[in-house]
């Protein structure tokens, strides 16, 4: 066999179910992947394939790792992006770029992922000899499912592609999980169980590790209250009394004032990234516990006074056991009561502060009318959701109320315009029982609206809302279209609402096309309204 059918046997064998990107690549030219069983997808554009991978490892807990391939050259240019993106979101995909002939690689101005990809990917390789196949591509899917996960890359000049190879006898990679050490988890107890306040910052770790009932118990052992970062939105239950709901450049105001008042912020599962998108720790009078995978993220932005290293559930198993053994499996701190009773009036005093612009009847519509109606009308159990950047992450994140593990996919620190619809047709082929509902705003599908098309020719029902004010708002750019009559033409269901009396029905309408198999793009005429939920602003 050659080196693109070996491929395509390995990625078999790895458990991939779907090789999208763009050709001209071997891998989908000769059906090489098609003939081993697995699905090609070709995308618009490069970056939208990775953004779909993406979303399958995110909505799998890094379970699924997929492959991604595209050509030499233009093909590996305009590809960056993606990757780039899953790198700083810590998703895990293995991504099989072609690269010009062995005899050109170095030869200026050719591009070279080898040289290029290697601050976006956790692990860059090129495959020069047809024997290495098998072991260089392992390392690739080692990278991608262990410690953080994050992208492996391997380069396959065009010229290797077709060399011959012998018959492979391929062993699958596995994932591994690092527990703590047990001194650490004895220091972070301590600290816990002394805390007047403790308040916990959890972070996508969590949803890696599938650690949501563990930090859950943990939660209410200690009667302390849990805020997610945006990556971990979904975490922790946004119904439960001791939520505080998801840190971003907009927030609720209950997060930011219990973040404020501990006396022990311990953050699990999280980087804490110095980023307009995230917490900033107080850095007096209190204690700092970061939990991670990875020690790199440790004193990174923020130094802290305890580190516990390891996977994220490993960790908060080994917390209950020694919080329990300080106070016993049900103990009382006696904040229980008083905790969740601020919580709820510091929430219900934001909301009736934010009740003008959540319940507006205006026309121009109220892009925060659209996110009431969102969160009202949609079934939290049956639902994956997430945001674009700019002002429709802004709106969504802290009134788009969440109760299920994995029912949000919040990201932002590069925050690429276009990421969540290709987020959400990942997620959509990972989990097709759920409704796949994607916020963007007018520049954000001018950058990827093409691929709403890619939607309708592979069958993957998402729904695709367009907050359309016609100007980037944030920055006084004009646009124009009508997005509506654009998805019609592409072949899907598209509908313009200007009356915010109608949104929740169009909202309906467009869950039952989905459920017919049909993608749906929901485009509301909203007004120039940019106000956010910030403490700085209030």
């Known amino acids: 066999m050659n080196v693109t059918d070996a491929i395509a046997e390995i990625l078999a064998a790895e458990g991939v179910e779907h090789l999208i990107g763009f050709p001209s690549n071997p891998l989908f030219d000769d059906n090489a992947a098609e003939e081993a069983g697995i699905r090609s997808i070709v995308v618009r554009q490069e970056r939208t394939g990775a953004h779909m991978l993406d979303g399958i490892a995110r909505i799998t807990s890094g379970d699924q790792v997929e492959a991604f391939a595209c050509q030499h050259g233009p093909g590996t240019e305009n590809s960056v992006g993606g990757i780039a993106q899953a790198y700083a979101e810590s998703a895990p995909i293995v991504a099989l770029p072609a690269g010009y002939s062995r005899a050109k690689t170095n030869t200026d101005p050719k591009f070279s992922s080898l040289i290029n990809y290697q601050a976006v990917t956790k692990t860059t390789e090129q495959l020069t000899d047809p024997d290495a196949t098998e072991e260089t591509i392992r390392r690739a899917f080692q990278a991608a499912r262990n410690g953080r996960q994050r992208p492996g890359l391997v380069e396959v000049p065009k010229d290797v592609f077709r060399m011959e190879v012998d018959d492979i ?77 998801a840190g971003s450049k907009s927030e609720p105001r209950q997060l930011n004032h219990f973040v404020n008042e501990a006396d022990v912020l311990f953050g699990i599962g999280c980087s804490f990234t110095k980023t307009a998108y995230g917490i900033t720790p107080p850095t007096e009078d209190n204690t700092l516990i970061h939990s991670t995978n990875d020690p790199g993220d440790v ?72 996110v009431y109606e969102l969160d009202q009308t949609l079934d939290k159990d049956e639902i994956v959701a997430t945001a674009d950047a700019g002002n429709a992450r802004d709106f969504m994140a802290p009134f788009f109320n969440v109760t299920e593990p994995l029912s949000y996919l919040g990201w932002g620190k590069t925050t690429q315009l276009g990421y969540g619809l290709g987020l959400m047709m990942g997620a959509k082929l990972a989990k097709p029982e759920k409704t796949c509902v994607h916020v963007m705003g007018d520049g954000a599908i001018g950058m990827v609206g093409m691929d709403f098309e890619t939607a309708v020719r592979e069958d993957i029902p998402i729904i695709a809302i367009v907050l359309n004010n016609f100007e980037m708002a944030s920055y006084d750019t004009p646009f124009s279209g009508h997005y509506a009559d654009f998805a019609e033409s592409m072949g899907g269901y598209g509908e313009r609402v200007e009356d915010p009396s109608e949104i929740s029905d169009a909202i309906e309408r467009a869950v039952q096309k989905n459920e017919e198999g049909t993608p749906v793009l929901l485009e509301f005429l909203t007004a120039k309204y940019t106000e956010l939920s910030r403490p700085d602003l209030e």
């Open 299 to 370: 004193d990174k932005d923020y130094k802290s006074d305890l580190a516990v290293i390891g996977d994220a559930k490993l960790v908060l198993e080994a917390l209950i056991d020694e919080v329990e053994n300080r106070v016993g499996d049900d103990p009382d701190f006696g904040r229980y009561d008083d905790v969740t009773s601020e919580i709820a009036e510091i929430d219900q005093e934001w909301r009736d502060d934010w009740a003008h612009a959540l319940k507006s009847d205006e026309a121009p519509i109220n892009p925060y009318r659209v």
């Open 169 to 245: 006898d391929y062993e699958p990679t596995t994932s591994t999980r690092s527990g703590p050490d047990p001194q650490a988890i004895e220091q972070a107890a301590d600290a816990l169980v002394d805390a007047d306040l403790p308040v916990i910052n959890a972070g996508q770790g969590v949803h890696y590790a599938k650690a949501w009932e563990s930090l859950k118990e943990l939660a209410e052992l200690l009667e302390a209250p849990v805020a997610t970062t945006l990556n971990g939105k979904s975490a922790f239950p946004e119904d439960h009394p001791l939520s505080l709901g």
